[in-house]
């Protein structure tokens, strides 16, 4: 039986621009159904932009008021819920910071604000004893945010490991699979509406670390600074990477991941956490994730792995994982915005970069002589790295380029292995390596 003569939800929607537009779409196309789900409607009361006079990718329902100044939405006393989709920091954080204060409820996608000042954030939102929803904030249209928040809360979780960015993993796709130029890429991402309004954050690897962060959180329950963490993006790898990888079995994907260390307890979980590109063998589920599809990996004591897929980005997409959370807070579910019976969760026991252990990819320029590859081993050797294969192609004028896929070893080692090749003279340019994912395993 539904609940059909309870008051609407108002809805202050802060941004009309991809995810904003596609909420705005989709709160009309879907109104017979939020109503049968939740007993009640939504309205869309006012909407919060910059530029009033814009094009706008939908169309507003009746009624509905185009605003440009923040207290319009944040001290409006019917609005219940402030939707946060302008993305970025300081007004963002102003905002809700603001429209807490009033009383309302939050939903955001805004995983930079939520993993650099997230902590504040939930503190204020248990004292104010309001709801903060952010399931679009990671992974687009993949409910992993719940998952981890509600539906794996009865098992501990060893490691999460994902491609959490649809503009990089898109960009690589196509330069994969198309031979398309990296910026002809990125460009093609911006103009789908995957890419950051800044898509540094996008191709340096930030805003895939920005949404490990929460990730860590929800699933270990512990506060892993956003600096603390290893990043490295995609900017810069070149065509010839992408084509040996290929040759050898592997795609190149941008990974986030986090997992235990061993000597983790019950009482102090240490965590190897960070982004990196890397080979992915193509017979892991990861390296068949294409195009702007995001997935992410979870290993559980009880579960074991699941493996969830989906797109990463895009207008319904994420506004799809909006309204979800809308849905939430109009059924008036009780707050559980960490996911854990506290706000301030501990700082996170990190393992420092250096005693990650790997096997790797490594790519050097060198000259075509006899003992060259003698001498590399040597260096490698030295550091107490085992290949296992070394691939030697021909001299195309700027020297030979030589793979060398090691056995595991620690990033430390990698690190001072070839920088005694660099210092011995061999190299022609600064070595090339990524760390190597799955063997034969189906995952
Ligand atoms: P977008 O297309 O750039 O839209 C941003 C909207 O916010 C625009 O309508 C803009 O107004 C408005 N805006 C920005 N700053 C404002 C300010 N200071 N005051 C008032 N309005 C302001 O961004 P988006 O792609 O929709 O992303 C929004 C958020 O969702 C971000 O946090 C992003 O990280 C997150 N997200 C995006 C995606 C995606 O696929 N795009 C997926 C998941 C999460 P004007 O239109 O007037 O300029
Ligand atoms: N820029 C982000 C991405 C949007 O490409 O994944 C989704 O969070």
Redesign the pocket.
Known sequence: MTRSNEKNLVVGLAGFGTVGGGLVRLLQENADLVRSRCGRGITLKKVLVRNTAKARAAELPAGTELVTDPAALTDDPEIDVLVELIGGIDHARALIDRALDQGKHIVT?N?ALLAEEGLDLFRKAARKKRILRYEA????AIPIVEALKESLTGNRIHSIMGI?????N?ILSEMTSNGMEFDVALQQ?QRLG???TDPT??IDGH??AH?LVLLIRLAFGVHYPYTALSIRGIRGLSGMDIRMARELGYRVKLIAQAREASGSTQDQVCLEAGVFPALVHHKYLLARVGG?Y?AVRVEANAAGSLFFHGR??GDLP?AGAVLGDLLAVAREERPNNTGYAYSDLPKACIVPREEWHACYYVRVMVEDAPGVLRDLSGCMAAEGISMAQVIQKSDEGQGAPLVLMTHETSAQAMRDALQRAMDAGLLKEPAVYFRVLGGQQGM
Do not use: F, I, P
């Not at 904030?137 to 687009?140: D, E, I, R, T």
């Not at 959490?164 to 990089?168: A, D, I, P, Q, Y």
């Open positions: 996608a995983k904030s990671v992974a687009g959490l960015n649809g503009t990089s898109y991402a995957y890419a950051e954050l996008d805003d895939a949404k702007v995001n990463g980005a994420t």
